[in-house]
């Protein structure tokens, strides 16, 4: 069977200024800008051979273009969050909606939270988390659907950005990228782990796309660590989403296909 990977994006939300904050002071951002960054992303998703499923735009849901948390694609299933600001949770069904025919579908739910943004997944670990926006009771519910399919659910403390995979990213089967202030790096002594350039604090998000990592610019230091460890990057500049604290990574939703 030829494999397929496709990827679930939505087009920025004309209200994207009003989005969540967590870590960054408000500033303007240009929707026009965001939106021409953000078709570079995908131009860029599409050249490293995945097939776009484009959401429209959510005009009354500022933060809907990080469609990265509301979902968690496994080989196995699909889990559909909880997101933790009230805000986002309308963003959920559409994404349902998009995922049905490519994955069973399972739901986080009420009281408990979850941010696709706080999970890691690498094999048959799952890394959580616990943030301002995902809580136990989301861990906990999550470690029980995914239990018959035998992964290993497990809660992290982090701290210094808005969710885990701010701090840490898979950039090769068994590698991780990591900025080792934020998050212990003991938590992954069982991989191999390629830590920040210590002057790019935010540069620990990076998303796999097979044998590439899309990165996003400014963070040249990390970017040269990661290419002498034989990891081909492909940079994107995306810091009108940044404004709004996205990165690489919260802008889509990978889902392997065959
Ligand atoms: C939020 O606060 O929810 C958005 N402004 C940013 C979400 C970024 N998503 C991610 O890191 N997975």
């Not at 889990?79 to 933790?84: N, Y």
């Not at 659907?145 to 992290?156: I, K, S, T």
Request: proline fraction near 7%; glycine fraction near 8%.
């Amino acid at each position: 069977m030829t494999s397929r990977r496709v990827a679930v994006t939505r087009g920025v939300s004309p209200s994207l200024a009003r989005c969540e904050l967590t870590r960054l002071a408000r500033q303007p951002i240009d929707p026009v800008l965001a939106s021409e960054q953000h078709a570079a992303y995908e131009a860029l998703l599409e050249e490293l051979g995945c097939e776009l499923r484009r959401l429209p735009a959510e005009p009354t849901l500022p933060d809907s273009v990080f469609v990265e948390d509301a979902a968690l694609v496994l080989p196995e299933l699909a889990v559909i969050t909880r997101p933790g600001a009230e805000s986002r949770r309308p963003e959920t069904p559409s994404v349902a909606e998009a995922l049905a025919p490519l994955r069973d579908l399972a739901h986080i739910v009420a009281p408990g939270r979850l941010d696709g943004g706080d999970v890691l997944h690498i094999g048959r670990r799952v890394f959580v988390g616990l943030s301002t926006r995902s809580d136990l009771a989301g861990v906990e519910q999550l470690a029980g659907l995914l239990a018959p399919f035998g992964y290993r659910v497990e809660a992290v403390d982090f701290d210094g950005c808005l969710h885990l995979k701010s701090a840490v990213t898979r950039v090769g089967q068994g590698t991780l990228l990591v900025n080792e202030e934020w998050v212990d790096p003991a938590i992954f002594a069982d991989f191999e782990r390629v830590p920040v350039d210590p002057a790019e604090p935010c540069g620990g998000n990076a998303l796999v796309i097979g044998d590439n990592v899309i990165y996003a610019t400014g963070f040249e230091g990390t970017r040269r660590r990661l290419e002498e460890r034989g990891i081909r990057t492909h940079t994107v500049d995306l810091s009108e989403l940044a404004k709004a604290e996205g990165a690489v990574t919260c802008c889509s939703l990978i889902v392997e296909i065959g």
